[in-house]
């Protein structure tokens, strides 16, 4: 054989093998290696994502701290239902306080709520405007979480100055079954 023929030979010899390389060895392996390019970047957008969703939880977690502070907040201010005659007697004591005769106090039909029951109360109340005035400001500055609804303001025709007030009150107590 020729030293020609010899080089063409190993030429093709040299060319099929790096074919055969490529084919079998170097294309399988890029292949798998971008395979596995991809599944780490998938792990890593799902670790963003777990990132994201521990930042959600983390901030629910305190916002839910906040609204059960506020409950809290909210569940000191309703006594219990045995106390009714405590802020009865409070609301009383401001009324005359501030210059107001009450004539009547009725109690109405109690309303059972989702932790919490109203018990609202009829109520009329003899005095000047500037009395009312004060009541009111003072029943706002309670401890205890109060609603005044139906108020209606009447002029005495028998005594100058004087007016009647009729309203319901509605007073707010810890339900015990809540």
Same mark, same amino acid.
């Given at each position: 054989?020729?030293?020609?023929?010899? &080089?063409?030979?190993?030429?093709?010899?040299? $060319?099929?093998?790096?074919?055969? $390389?490529? @084919?079998?060895?170097?294309?399988? @392996?890029? +292949?798998?290696?971008?395979? +596995? =390019? $991809?599944?780490?970047?998938?792990?890593?957008? !799902?670790?963003?994502?777990?990132? &994201?969703?521990?930042? @959600?939880?983390?901030?629910?977690?305190? *916002?839910?701290?906040?609204?059960?502070?506020?409950? =809290?907040?909210?569940?000191?201010?309703?006594?219990?239902?045995?106390?009714?005659? #405590?802020?009865?007697?409070?609301?009383?004591?401001?009324?005359? !306080?501030?210059?107001?005769?009450? &004539?009547?106090?009725?109690?109405? #039909?109690? #309303?059972? /709520?989702?932790?919490?029951? +109203? *018990?609202?109360?009829?109520?009329?109340?003899?005095?000047?405007?500037?009395?009312?005035?004060?009541?009111?400001?003072? %029943?706002?500055?309670?401890?205890?979480?109060?609603?005044?609804?139906? %108020?209606?303001?009447?002029?005495?025709? =028998?005594?100058?100055?004087?007016? +009647?007030?009729?309203?319901?009150?509605?007073?707010?107590? *810890? /339900? @015990?079954?809540?």
């Amino acid at each position: 054989m020729s030293s020609g023929y010899r &080089k063409v030979i190993f030429f093709v010899l040299v $060319a099929g093998l790096c074919y055969v $390389a490529y @084919a079998y060895m170097i294309k399988p @392996a890029n +292949e798998h290696l971008s395979q +596995e =390019k $991809a599944m780490v970047q998938d792990k890593l957008t !799902k670790l963003d994502e777990l990132e &994201k969703a521990t930042k @959600a939880a983390m901030d629910l977690t305190n *916002q839910l701290e906040r609204v059960e502070e506020a409950i =809290k907040v909210f569940e000191s201010k309703l006594p219990p239902t045995s106390e009714i005659h #405590k802020v009865l007697e409070n609301v009383t004591v401001i009324a005359q !306080k501030n210059g107001l005769r009450p &004539k009547t106090i009725r109690t109405l #039909k109690r #309303k059972n /709520n989702r932790g919490y029951i +109203e *018990q609202p109360l009829r109520m009329e109340l003899h005095g000047n405007f500037q009395s009312y005035y004060s009541f009111l400001l003072e %029943l706002e500055m309670m401890d205890r979480i109060t609603k005044i609804r139906e %108020l209606s303001l009447k002029k005495n025709s =028998k005594h100058e100055g004087e007016t +009647e007030a009729t309203f319901v009150m509605s007073i707010f107590f *810890q /339900n @015990a079954s809540g």
